[in-house]
């Protein structure tokens, strides 16, 4: 199980570094994807089975939806076509491609079937991580939403075109 977990956050650090490294803003998304993914496999391989498949789903899909939004709201135009046909290129796909091959691997080793290789079912429900964020810490899931909101607005006033 340790070398799942060491395996898993190596792909994560490398796939962040390359995120940060990448000038195309779309080939630092395939990164980011594949960063978020491996650090979803660190949680699961940790025993929280719960935090890992919110990883996936609110993150990994979140930035998806996000990443749309801000190429609509940028509408780059001419430059921007002639930039995504190089997405058809399969070089650009082969460094995504392999890391989740990699942790494809990882998870199909983890579900093998052997008893020793899942960890033991999270000792936290989903009903009590619910309490959890709408009792003692509701003022920080509260205080995360306005940082949220402050965001996007942020994000709407950068990428607005003034007419004059």
């Known amino acids: 199980m340790t070398i799942l977990f060491y395996l898993s956050a190596f792909i994560a650090v490398l796939a962040t570094v390359l995120v940060i490294t990448r000038t195309n803003a779309v080939h630092a998304l395939l990164y980011l994807i594949v960063s978020l993914l491996a650090v979803a496999l660190i949680f699961f391989a940790l025993g929280a089975p719960f935090v890992a498949a919110l990883e996936v789903i609110i993150y990994a899909g ?27 290129t399969p070089g650009i796909w082969i460094g995504p ?13 983890l579900f093998s079937g052997k008893p020793s290789n899942i960890p033991a079912p999270g000792a ?40 004059r």
């Open 124 to 163: 936290v429900s989903t009903k009590q991580v619910g309490i959890a964020l709408f009792g003692p810490y509701a003022l920080g899931v509260e205080l995360a939403s306005f940082l949220l909101l402050a965001g996007l607005v942020g994000a709407y006033h950068l990428g607005r075109r003034e007419d």
């Open 62 to 88: 979140a930035i998806m939806v996000l990443f749309i939004f801000v190429v609509m709201l940028l509408n780059l135009g001419g430059e921007a076509t002639r930039r995504e046909s190089t997405l058809l």
């Open 97 to 109: 491609s392999v890391l989740c091959v990699i942790l494809a691997g990882e998870l199909v080793y």
